[in-house]
T-cell receptor, first 114, second 111 residues
Framework: DMKVTQMPRYLIKRMGENVLLECGQDMSHETMYWYRQDPGLGLQLIYISYDVDSNSEGDIPKGYRVSRKKREHFSLILDSAKTNQTSVYFC?????????????FGSGTRLTVL | QQKVQQSPESLIVPEGGMASLNCTSSDRNVDYFWWYRQHSGKSPKMLMSIFSNGEKEEGRFTVHLNKASLHTSLHIRDSQPSDSALYLCAAPSSGSWQLIFGSGTQLTVMP
């Protein structure tokens, strides 16, 4: 069963704290993504990773960094979280990263920064 | 910056009715679209894609594509309450391989 797994599902942090969101996939997909979703704004791409240690900025990378040390695992890190980073974060994966491929999404992490 | 615009923002249809959702890209190089469906509190899941001009039907769902007008539409016939969801349209980004998502149409099917 093809799956993208995100942890945790819900997270509450105080402003200035560090945040680690984790994502795993069991499909041997080369490409993984981090998106955030806010009401009325759709899905916005934060970072994309084409393979281990091959990461590129998306449309809104400011305030975020990523780490991919294994093909099946992709982390999103918020150093010193801000209140405007309160959002729902989705991890996704695709076979090779072409826009003509299906994206498979994880179940999301709802992050609240107080 | 390329935009993908969806209309309407929200739509209410009765059970058994037809729902019609629209999507347009601002990029003249776009020649295919994706539709994803997201139920409340869940993750987006791919619903349909269309790469050729014309129409594609899968069960109660039909997608149209007009490449000349950069427009796609999704039609759901015999709508069911389980079709109530956020429908996201996506198109490839100019100059890259990535998808640009619209802000979605929130569909509610009333029993």
């Amino acid at each position: 069963d093809m799956k993208v797994t995100q942890m945790p599902r819900y997270l509450i942090k105080r402003m200035g704290e560090n945040v680690l969101l984790e994502c795993g996939q069991d499909m041997s997909h080369e490409t993984m993504y981090w998106y955030r979703q806010d009401p009325g704004l759709g899905l916005q791409l934060i970072y994309i990773s084409y393979d281990v240690d091959s990461n590129s900025e998306g449309d809104i990378p400011k305030g975020y960094r990523v780490s991919r040390k294994k093909r099946e695992h992709f982390s999103l890190i918020l150093d010193s979280a801000k209140t405007n980073q309160t959002s729902v974060y989705f991890c996704a994966s695709s076979l090779q990263g072409a826009s003509a491929e299906t994206l498979y999404f994880g179940s999301g992490t709802r992050l609240t920064v107080l | 910056q390329q935009k993908v615009q969806q209309s309407p923002e929200s739509l209410i249809v009765p059970e058994g009715g037809m729902a019609s959702l629209n999507c347009t890209s601002s990029d003249r190089n776009v020649d295919y679209f994706w539709w994803y469906r997201q139920h409340s509190g869940k993750s987006p899941k791919m619903l349909m894609s269309i790469f050729s001009n014309g129409e594609k039907e899968e069960g109660r769902f039909t997608v149209h594509l007009n490449k000349a007008s950069l427009h796609t539409s999704l039609h759901i016939r015999d709508s069911q309450p389980s079709d109530s969801a956020l429908y996201l349209c996506a198109a490839p980004s100019s100059g890259s391989w990535q998808l640009i998502f619209g802000s979605g149409t929130q569909l509610t099917v009333m029993p």
